[in-house]
């Protein structure tokens, strides 16, 4: 059975329709579950995508059935196989994820799809202009991405961009990008708090006030 099959027939045989039903729940409804935890689904799939792995070649047509399944677990699986690829992944890889980022748009997959496209930097920083253009996108959820794309980068963060993409992004009154913002800003402070303090210092008067919040969570003084 072709991997996509064979990873849908192990989902089904193992859904819990109580936890789809919480599941859906806390996502608004929106999408449907199988109800597989995220542990659970991973040990489903973890000796087929690590097959996969072996070959060296991404699988978009798998990418894309995961994609346009009915059953969130699929998207996840989806980000699970990227994940594991990422060493593969080239900038000319870009439009086709970007399909994924716009589409069945949430917070759970664009939050999974940010750093598998930020990481394309280490091998190509034209990542870097695309990261400044999707800052100014119209959608909120391309720019989220651009906001998040460095997390846990840690000592690797490239400061300059980070400050250009969130000065982009503030004044915003949609809360996804406000949070990502803190978010961002909360992650790099367990590596510079210094550099964080000065940000906050400088652009707090246009931030907003969860973002500030967000920020300053790991900050001793502010």
Request: charged share 35%; net charge positive; hydrophobic share 40%.
């Amino acid at each position: 059975m072709e991997l996509y099959g064979e990873i849908k027939k192990r989902f089904e045989e193992n859904r819990d329709e109580e936890n789809a039903l919480k599941m859906a729940a806390y996502m608004r409804n929106q999408f449907r579950f199988y109800g597989l935890a995220t542990p659970k689904r991973r040990a489903l799939s973890k000796d087929l995508l690590k097959g996969e792995k072996k070959k060296g070649i991404v699988n978009w047509d798998f990418l894309n059935q995961c994609w346009a399944d009915e059953y969130r677990e699929l998207q996840y699986t989806a980000i699970d196989y990227l994940e594991s690829m990422q060493v593969f992944l080239t900038y000319e890889d870009v439009p086709a994820i970007r399909k994924f980022v716009k589409s069945k748009q949430w917070w759970d997959t664009i939050d999974g799809l940010d750093r598998i496209i930020g990481n394309i930097a280490f091998s190509d920083d034209r990542i870097n202009g695309l990261m400044l253009e999707w800052a100014r996108d119209e959608d909120m959820w391309v720019r989220r991405i651009a906001i998040d794309h460095q997390l846990c980068r840690k000592e690797r963060t490239n400061t300059e961009l980070l400050e250009r993409i969130l000065a982009e992004n503030l004044g915003s009154t949609e809360f996804f990008i406000n949070k990502a913002i803190g978010w961002s800003l909360r992650d790099y402070s367990k590596t510079n708090p210094r550099w964080v303090k000065e940000f906050l210092l400088k652009y707090g008067g246009k931030m907003d006030k969860l973002s500030i919040r967000e920020a300053g969570k790991y900050l001793k003084e502010l």
